[in-house]
């Protein structure tokens, strides 16, 4: 199974992105999809999660409110519905997946086993 992150671009603060983590290959698997972001020279961080035999969302503070993320089953597809952008929010966004993960541990990077390729997201001011 590999993932497909896609959607991102250059939009001005204000404006709004609707990111995609789509799972190809086999049947899809998961205990949960997260998305992540990196700036130039920070860490990455997490930003939301979905656990998925529940449907339970989790959010960053910094992202609360603004972003909503959701699924599609039958597509195995993810989105990430990016609204009021602000110029911090400039990163390359990543998904990732993993079948062990317990729920304690969703917002930690390294207990992701699967990762998309990244889509970058400027905001510009």
């Known amino acids: 199974v590999q993932l497909q992150a896609s959607g991102g671009g250059l939009v001005q603060a204000g404006g709004s992105l609707r990111l995609s983590c789509a799972a190809s290959?086999?049947?899809?698997?998961?205990?949960?999809v997260g998305w992540f972001r990196q700036a130039p020279g920070k860490e990455r961080e997490f930003v939301a999660a979905?656990?998925?035999?529940?449907?339970?969302?989790f959010y960053s503070d910094s992202v609360k409110g603004r972003f909503t993320i959701s699924r599609n089953n039958a597509e195995k597809s993810v989105y990430f519905e990016m609204n009021s952008l602000i110029p911090e929010d400039t990163a390359v966004y990543y998904c990732?997946?993993?079948?062990?993960?317990?729920?304690?541990?969703?917002?930690?990077?390294?207990?992701?086993?699967?990762w998309g390729q990244g889509t970058l997201v400027t905001v510009s001011s």
């Open positions: 990732a997946s993993d079948e062990r993960i317990i729920l304690s541990t969703i917002r930690i990077p390294r207990q992701y086993k699967r």
């Open positions: 979905i656990w998925w035999s529940a449907g339970s969302l």
């Open positions: 290959g086999r049947a899809f698997s998961t205990r949960a």
